[in-house]
T-cell receptor, first 109, second 117 residues
Framework: EDQVTQSPEALRLQEGESSSLNCSYTVSGLRGLFWYRQDPGKGPEFLFTLYSAGEEKEKERLKATLTKKESFLHITAPKPEDSATYLCAVQGGSEKLVFGKGMKLTVNP | GAVVSQHPSWVICKSGTSVKIECRSLDFQATTMFWYRQFPKQSLMLMATSNEGSKATYEQGVEKDKFLINHASLTLSTLTVTSAHPEDSSFYIC?????????????FGDGTRLSIL
């Protein structure tokens, strides 16, 4: 059974304080690992797709990396507007997205 | 690009009524759409996969007679919660898969908060 574990569950940072979010996964035949951002009361917003170990993608202050067992979402010099819940999901041979519980990030000014 | 609209965003109704939720892909055609349910501080749980022109595929434990799904066009899928009861109260979110294969990202609507009194 495909599984995704995100840690920590919640993280508080000061503005400008860089950090990383972890997503550990087990999947039968990884087809893709997806990162989403979700604001309260909203649906997830697509950020990145990673398809193979060693792949990296960047978007503004965010950088996602992938190994065979985990993915990291690095946040460089975060701003208060980066506060949100970040979701990690994997897609394996079943073609279904399996989500983690998410990581709530709060960036204080 | 890749905008998905979901309507309504909030529904409050009495127990026993049926509620229809619409999911539209606004700027792309989606042969496959998905319906999820999300409980507070929990993962998104896939309820069903909706394919245009064919019957939906439901996940184990999801009652197909309670959660009716119709995907009548390449831009519209609907979820009808029939004879809703308080335990059906939840946050329902749809997604549409961008064209280009089964491993393209899904793009999500903003969800529907359903409250059954």
């Amino acid at each position: 059974e495909d599984q995704v574990t995100q840690s920590p569950e919640a993280l508080r940072l000061q503005e400008g304080e860089s950090s990383s979010l972890n997503c550990s996964y087990t999947v039968s035949g990884l087809r893709g690992l997806f990162w989403y951002r979700q604001d309260p009361g909203k649906g997830p917003e697509f950020l990145f797709t990673l398809y193979s170990a060693g792949e990296e993608k960047e978007k503004e202050r965010l950088k996602a990396t992938l190994t065979k067992k985990e993915s990291f979402l690095h946040i460089t010099a975060p701003k208060p507007e980066d506060s949100a819940t970040y979701l990690c999901a994997v897609q394996g041979g079943s073609e279904k997205l399996v989500f983690g519980k998410g990581m709530k990030l709060t960036v204080n000014p | 690009g890749a905008v998905v609209s979901q309507h309504p965003s909030w529904v409050i109704c009495k127990s026993g009524t049926s509620v229809k939720i619409e999911c539209r892909s606004l700027d792309f055609q989606a042969t496959t759409m998905f319906w999820y349910r999300q409980f507070p501080k929990q993962s998104l749980m896939l309820m069903a996969t909706s394919n245009e022109g064919s019957k939906a595929t439901y996940e184990q434990g999801v009652e197909k007679d309670k959660f009716l799904i119709n995907h009548a066009s390449l831009t519209l899928s609907t979820l009808t919660v029939t004879s809703a009861h308080p335990e059906d109260s939840s946050f329902y979110i749809c997604s549409a898969q961008t064209p280009g294969g089964a491993y393209q990202p899904q793009h999500f609507g903003d969800g529907t908060r359903l409250s059954i009194l």
